[in-house]
């Protein structure tokens, strides 16, 4: 089922964001070795998780981790703006109705055919947040072939500049459109929703 | 020049076209653009016998075009085997670091090089669960490598790949993948086989006997349609009932 969810000061509170910050942990920490900081010894969580972030959380009926998306504003400090500017030629995208996707994560534990269906209904949960919150581009920072992917879903993409090698990964900065257009385009991209796993969204939302 | 403006302007050409045919001289304009001489937009499949289903628009002179095609060096060329163990472009003065170069590699690109393709910069294209590809632009021998430009070249060749899946997925020539084709005890089955074990190990690992894990392998060998362990170990990679974190991973 599709969660949007916020989180305020304080502990992390049980249940599904609890569960999406240890698979954040698992997969960026544990497995792309990423530099980020690790609470205790068990969550993925940095200065960018406070109650300006929304969630986007796909769980199980059992409220396990599936797959989530963390979106920042970007007329506040956020990832692009405050550490890869450079990889803007004009400056990183800011306003009240863009917003930045980080921290995409399919969890650990799927197999290559739900990892495919958890990814196909989060890029699809993603577009239709943006068009029910009136949020007309989406922002993002990817390593190149991740940006293969990305393009591939078929949304309307455009570089913001030319990608760039820093510390170590060739990094490339997008803007991605979203308008009326947008869910089909991911239709035809074959991207196709499981509703199993996004359950009733609305609702959820 | 404003290079961003440029790579801006030369990724809506890339995805203004409505055909093929389109896309091959918009590819041309982008590679000049570049600085380079010829392009090669591809799949890494056997293109002869692959026919229509696979990507490949070039403007690589004749001659070598058609010889590659005979000798089926999609599959085995050694530039796109380097852009398999890498997501980012490189030049491919820089190959024989990437990838253990045999002789007969060697003869190829010495070959390429007589017939007008010298030095190139590869773009890998990796879209899971369907073929590997590539963009590729290049120069004929003893022209400079457009060192600047390679940034751009990089976005270019991802944004034009894309570009020519959307055109050949219109064509009904790149379904979705198929739901899974095995089951969850089939998979595991062929899950451990990838990873070394035997039919008896695997046996012992699953809790199951060593007849019931040979019928599991002989079932999924079936859903395929081929007859060897190692065919069905590449088909359920190639599809991604399997990955290849799946087996080293532990």
């Given at each position: 089922?599709?969660?949007?969810?916020?989180?305020?000061?304080?502990?992390?509170?049980?249940?599904?964001?609890?569960?999406?910050?240890?698979?954040?942990?698992?997969?960026?920490?544990?497995?792309?070795?990423?530099?980020?900081?690790?609470?205790?010894?068990?969550?993925?969580?940095?200065?960018?998780?406070?109650?300006?972030?929304?969630?986007?959380?796909?769980?199980?009926?059992?409220?396990?981790?599936?797959?989530?998306?963390?979106?920042?504003?970007?007329?506040?400090?956020?990832?692009?703006?405050?550490?890869?500017?450079?990889?803007?030629?004009d400056?990183?995208?800011?306003?009240?109705?863009?917003?930045?996707?980080?921290?995409?994560?399919?969890?650990?534990?799927?197999k290559?055919?739900?990892?495919?269906?958890?990814?196909?209904?989060l890029?699809?949960?993603?577009?239709?947040?943006?068009?029910?919150?009136?949020?007309?581009?989406?922002?993002?920072?990817?390593?190149?072939?991740?940006?293969?992917?990305?393009?591939?879903?078929?949304?309307?993409?455009?570089?913001?500049?030319?990608?760039?090698?820093?510390?170590?990964?060739?990094?490339?900065?997008?803007?991605?459109?979203?308008?009326?257009?947008?869910p089909?385009?991911?239709?035809?991209a074959?991207?196709?929703?499981?509703?199993?796993?996004?359950?009733?969204?609305?609702?959820?939302? | 020049?404003?290079?961003?403006l440029?790579?801006?302007?030369?990724?809506?050409?890339?995805?203004?076209?409505?055909?093929?045919?389109?896309?091959?001289?918009?590819?041309?304009?982008?590679?000049?653009?570049?600085?380079?001489?010829?392009?090669?937009?591809?799949?890494?499949?056997?293109?002869?016998a692959?026919g229509?289903?696979?990507?490949?628009?070039?403007?690589?002179?004749?001659?070598?075009?058609?010889?590659?095609?005979?000798?089926?060096?999609?599959?085995?060329?050694?530039?796109?085997?380097?852009?398999?163990?890498?997501?980012?472009?490189?030049?491919?003065?820089?190959?024989?670091?990437?990838?253990?170069?045999?002789?007969?590699?060697?003869?190829?690109?010495?070959?390429?090089?007589?017939?007008?393709?010298?030095?190139?910069?590869?773009?890998?294209?990796?879209?899971?669960?369907?073929?590997?590809?590539?963009?590729?632009?290049?120069?004929?021998?003893?022209?400079?490598?457009?060192?600047?430009?390679?940034?751009?070249?990089?976005?270019?060749?991802?944004?034009?790949?894309?570009?020519?899946?959307?055109?050949?997925?219109?064509?009904?020539?790149?379904?979705?993948?198929?739901?899974?084709?095995?089951?969850?005890?089939?998979?595991d089955?062929?899950?451990?086989?990838?990873?070394?074990?035997?039919?008896?190990?695997?046996?012992?690992?699953?809790?199951?006997?060593?007849?019931?894990?040979?019928?599991?392998?002989?079932?999924?060998?079936?859903?395929?349609?081929?007859?060897?362990?190692?065919?069905?170990?590449?088909?359920?990679?190639?599809?991604?009932?399997?990955?290849?974190?799946?087996?080293?991973?532990?």
């Open positions: 089922m599709l969660q949007v969810l916020q989180f305020g000061a304080g502990p992390i509170p049980d249940g599904v964001l609890r569960a999406m910050f240890a698979a954040r942990k698992a997969v960026f920490v544990d497995l792309l070795k990423w530099d980020v900081p690790v609470l205790d010894g068990a969550y993925e969580l940095d200065q960018f998780d406070d109650e300006h972030a929304t969630y986007l959380v796909l769980a199980g009926s059992d409220g396990r981790h599936l797959g989530s998306a963390r979106l920042l504003r970007t007329d506040r400090p956020h990832i692009l703006g405050s550490f890869y500017s450079e990889l803007c030629e400056g990183a995208p800011r306003g009240k109705n863009i917003r930045e996707i980080t921290r995409f994560c399919l969890d650990r534990s799927l290559a055919a739900e990892r495919r269906q958890v990814r196909d209904t890029v699809t949960a993603l577009a239709e947040h943006a068009l029910g919150e009136g949020i007309a581009a989406y922002s993002a920072v990817a390593e190149i072939g991740w940006l293969q992917q990305i393009l591939a879903f078929g949304w309307r993409c455009v570089p913001l500049g030319l990608p760039r090698k820093i510390d170590g990964a060739l990094l490339a900065a997008l803007r991605i459109d979203i308008d009326a257009d947008t089909a385009r991911l239709r035809a074959g991207i196709a929703p499981s509703p199993a796993i996004a359950g009733d969204a609305r609702v959820a939302a | 020049m404003n290079i961003h440029t790579a801006v302007q030369l990724i809506r050409i890339v995805e203004g076209v409505r055909n093929v045919d389109d896309l091959t001289t918009a590819m041309a304009v982008v590679a000049a653009r570049l600085g380079f001489q010829h392009f090669a937009l591809t799949h890494h499949v056997d293109v002869l692959a229509t289903s696979a990507i490949r628009i070039h403007n690589y002179p004749v001659r070598w075009a058609d010889y590659y095609d005979r000798q089926a060096l999609g599959v085995s060329d050694p530039v796109h085997r380097a852009s398999h163990v890498t997501s980012v472009g490189f030049c491919w003065s820089r190959m024989p670091r990437m990838i253990p170069l045999t002789a007969e590699d060697r003869r190829v690109l010495a070959l390429g090089r007589e017939q007008g393709i010298g030095d190139g910069f590869t773009v890998p294209a990796h879209v899971p669960g369907e073929a590997r590809g590539s963009c590729s632009f290049a120069n004929e021998a003893g022209r400079p490598m457009p060192h600047k430009m390679l940034p751009m070249a990089q976005l270019a060749g991802a944004f034009a790949f894309e570009a020519a899946r959307r055109l050949w997925s219109t064509r009904g020539h790149l379904p979705t993948p198929p739901p899974a084709a095995l089951t969850d005890r089939q998979r089955c062929v899950l451990w086989a990838a990873r070394g074990k035997g039919d008896w190990e695997i046996g012992q690992i699953l809790g199951i006997s060593e007849e019931t894990v040979a019928k599991h392998i002989r079932l999924a060998c079936e859903r395929y349609g081929v007859h060897k362990r190692t065919s069905l170990l590449i088909r359920t990679l190639f599809d991604g009932t399997i990955t290849f974190g799946d087996i080293a991973g532990r």
